[in-house]
């Protein structure tokens, strides 16, 4: 009779965990570029550290992998809480240097020591947390209604409005906008009327639209500043909008960029040395790295990866059959994507620069640590369902053995 194996290895989903290695070692190839280039005296700390990220997060979603449901419902409150918690500590602990040069205080800072990014961490627990609020006032209100959607609205508002608040005295626009693309992509998942959906948007379409008209208008910048708009994030959407008329300023990082990634071509210029000098170029523009060392076929692999990940991710959130676990892997595969997107998109020049890691690629160990979380979260349901599987094959067989 046939058998089955019992153990972990089995109940791993290889096929999401391939893509994910190959982006980290494509990450460890960038950064060495970029290192030996740019701080050659620092390049084995820098390694070394990176590494040091890396298994950390590859341990961690390894003990997330074996979470199962019931645990990650009854810890996310806790999470969640820890989440807010860590996101007042750079409001205390910052660097006053790293605060001019960025406009944030998104970073702690001990003794002249960066340690961590609190709000990448937050991303985590706010998925978990509107996943859990999703079922939780479902359970609580059968009947589905406008009158249900706006009141999970209002819920979502509630778990929202903590992380906006701090993100707000953070000054962090760019991290905000990865919490809405969170929060879009579970208001759709959770079956939220398109009779609220659509005036939303049109609303959000022409706030837009109202935004870049008093942008491109001189007194209308003005009225931004007065409004609480901080300087560098008007500069950034100026060098956006014309990036070679502030090249030797304020859009010196992303023309550079762009030049960068010319000079890869198609093929990439394969030489152990980078040609031109782009700021942070390990961490936010570290896509220029790639272009320009493996040209566009390098860019295009990197994308085709980006991919294989997406289509994995929703491959296993449908084989999970679990609404907990569809909500969580929504938000993070929103998360992933805003990602990809906001940081490649604002290295070739059509969206502004707003200091968003690639994903699994970056320098950064908060960012990195968080997205592992989240690929060992997604793990998570590959394996429960593996193992709900091996059950029922067991139960079948002893119930063959019974019979004979």
Request: net charge positive; proline share 3%.
């Amino acid at each position: 009779m046939a058998s089955k194996k019992n153990n972990i290895e089995s109940r791993i989903d290889y096929s999401l965990v391939l893509p994910v290695f190959l982006l980290l070692i494509i990450g460890f190839v960038a950064i060495y570029l970029v290192a030996s280039n740019d701080y050659p005296k620092r390049l084995v700390s820098i390694m070394i550290q990176q590494g040091a990220w890396t298994g950390l997060g590859l341990a961690i979603a390894f003990v997330v992998m074996l979470f199962n449901t019931q645990f990650l419902w009854r810890v996310t409150p806790w999470l969640y809480g820890l989440g807010l918690f860590l996101m007042i500590l750079p409001l205390v602990f910052y660097s006053p240097e790293l605060v001019a040069s960025t406009g944030a205080k998104n970073w702690v800072t001990i003794a002249n020591t960066t340690l961590f990014q609190p709000s990448e961490f937050m991303k985590i627990s706010y998925i978990l947390m509107l996943a859990r609020t999703t079922l939780w006032f479902n359970d609580l209100s059968k009947e589905r209604d406008l009158r249900h959607d706006f009141k999970l609205l209002g819920w979502y508002g509630a778990v929202t409005l903590p992380v906006f608040i701090l993100l707000a005295l953070q000054k962090d626009l760019g991290t905000a906008m990865v919490f809405v693309a969170i929060l879009a992509g579970t208001i759709l998942i959770a079956g939220i009327s398109w009779k609220i959906i659509l005036p939303v948007v049109l609303i959000m379409v022409l706030a837009v639209a109202v935004f870049m008209g008093l942008f491109l208008w001189d007194s209308g910048r003005e009225f931004l500043y007065k409004m609480g708009m901080d300087t560098y994030q008007l500069n950034r959407i100026s060098a956006w909008l014309d990036p070679f008329s502030y090249a030797s300023g304020i859009a010196y990082q992303q023309t550079q960029g762009m030049i960068s990634i010319g000079i890869g071509g198609l093929t990439g210029t394969g030489s152990s040395s980078l040609e031109l000098s782009v700021p942070v170029r390990e961490s936010d523009m570290i896509f220029t790295a790639i272009a320009e060392h493996f040209g566009f076929i390098g860019g295009l692999i990197v994308l085709l990866l980006y991919l294989w990940l997406i289509y994995r991710l929703v491959r296993v959130t449908i084989a999970s059959n679990n609404q907990f676990y569809t909500l969580i892997s929504t938000g993070f595969i929103m998360m992933i994507m805003f990602h990809i997107f906001e940081n490649i998109g604002a290295t070739v020049g059509i969206l502004p620069l707003t200091g968003i890691p690639l994903p699994f690629i970056s320098q950064g160990g908060s960012s990195l640590i968080s997205n592992l979380i989240g690929v060992g979260l997604i793990l998570s349901m590959s394996y429960q369902k593996n193992l709900q599987d091996e059950e029922i094959f067991m139960k079948n067989m002893r119930r063959s053995a019974r019979y004979k």
